[in-house]
């Protein structure tokens, strides 16, 4: 099994950037496909980015394309998702997801067996 912490959440004005991490337990990590999600107040969860076990594939959810990059560092056991030209839209609870299993599917919360607790991020005008 694996564990995972999400950091780098924070207070960022509008056009500015963030990045978080995504630490992760275990030693099996580098065979996880993993994602970013986030969730505001009343909304759903709602998919942001996506990286394959090696890295060599990402997807993006069009509210995010161009301004956010998914990355992972398996050697350090570590996921990124560096955030720029960032919008009031993009407050929110962002959770890193990560699984241990094959699926075709990526933009789902249920295709994900593991979860961090969640890290904040907060846009102002």
């Known amino acids: 099994q694996v564990q995972l912490g999400e950091s780098g959440g924070g207070l960022v004005q509008a056009g500015g950037s963030l990045r978080l991490s995504c630490a992760a337990s275990?030693?099996?990590?580098?065979?996880?496909?993993m994602g970013w999600f986030r969730q505001a107040p009343g909304k759903e969860r709602e998919f942001v980015a996506h990286i394959n076990w090696s890295g060599g594939s990402t997807a993006y959810a069009d509210s995010v394309k161009g301004r956010f990059t998914i990355s992972r560092d398996n050697a350090k056991n570590t996921m990124y998702l560096q955030m720029n030209s960032l919008k009031l839209e993009d407050t929110a609870v962002y959770y890193c997801?990560?699984?241990?299993?094959?699926?075709?599917?990526?933009?789902?919360?249920?295709?994900?067996?593991?979860w961090g607790q969640g890290t904040q991020v907060t846009v102002s005008s």
């Open positions: 997801a990560a699984r241990s299993y094959y699926s075709t599917s990526y933009d789902e919360p249920s295709k994900y067996n593991y």
């Open positions: 275990g030693r099996t990590f580098s065979t996880y496909d």
